[in-house]
């Protein structure tokens, strides 16, 4: 199972980089806003530089499909490492599909987002979707079983050979992680903070603080026993 960063933040994205945790970038629209990033391309171009060979998915800004597949090409040619967010239907509920299929044919990567159910993701598997991003969050938000959305379409992938991804989204509790993980979600998608929340935890700050403190005892022993 892979882990990518939530994220727009280049410290954030750096500091987990260097902990050996990253396994890919994802943004979107609000993401890069709430980040600081104005300029998409210029963002773009310094998160796909600093993850490279790591992919880093950035969403086009339009619900025009022409204007989807140019955007796409534009930002899949910014670097090789970026995977172009399409979202699965558009603001009046119109597919996106024929903008997905037409990009993975050219051999752009593209993870289909958005997607709140099983359908969804199941038919931009249908049309060559590199990943489909299921959003945890908003399929609770709507009173569903994310879990269930997610389990479901694994093993629907699975049992029919279809190479797409699920990358879980949406992340809005540490135990969500934990959820998406037993789901059989091949990816999860987390912000930051939920990171650092992960791996902390009170009783093995505890732990650790034990035994430094034996440690240097033992020490303090050995100097007086002259050792
Ligand atoms: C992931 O790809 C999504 O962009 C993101 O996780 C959405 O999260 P939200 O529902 O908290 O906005």
Redesign the pocket.
């Known amino acids: 199972m892979e882990i990518?960063l939530?994220s727009a933040n280049m410290s954030e994205i750096g500091r987990w980089l260097d902990e050996g945790l990253v396994d890919g970038v994802?943004?979107?629209p609000?993401?890069m806003l709430a980040d600081g990033v104005y300029d998409l391309t210029l963002g773009a171009r310094q998160i796909a530089k600093l993850i490279h060979p790591l992919p880093l998915?950035v969403?086009v800004t339009t619900d025009d499909p022409d204007e989807m597949l140019r955007q796409g090409r534009t930002l899949a040619g910014i670097a090789e490492n970026i995977v172009v967010?399409i979202p699965v239907i558009d603001r009046s509920g119109n597919p996106c599909l024929r903008v997905v299929r037409t990009l993975e044919t050219e051999g752009i990567r593209v993870?289909v987002?958005?997607c709140l159910s099983f359908g969804q993701a199941a038919m931009a598997a249908k049309v060559g979707a590199t990943y489909v991003?299921l959003?945890?969050?908003?399929i609770s938000?709507e009173g569903h079983d994310a879990s269930a959305v997610i389990r479901a379409t694994a093993e629907w992938l699975a049992y029919w050979g279809y190479p797409s991804r699920i990358?879980?989204?949406?992340?809005?509790q540490v135990f969500d992680v934990q959820a998406a993980a037993l789901a059989r979600a091949h990816v999860i998608?987390v912000?930051p903070a939920f990171l650092g929340k992960l791996l902390d935890h009170r009783y093995s700050r505890d732990t650790v603080r034990g035994f430094l403190d034996d440690g240097r005892k033992a020490l303090s022993k050995m100097e007086a026993a002259g050792v």
């Not at 959003?135 to 908003?138: E, L, S, V």
């Not at 990358?167 to 809005?172: A, H």
């Open positions: 990518f939530d994802t943004t979107n609000s993401i998915s969403e967010k993870n987002t958005a991003s959003f945890a969050g908003r938000d990358i879980v989204g949406s992340i809005r998608t912000p």
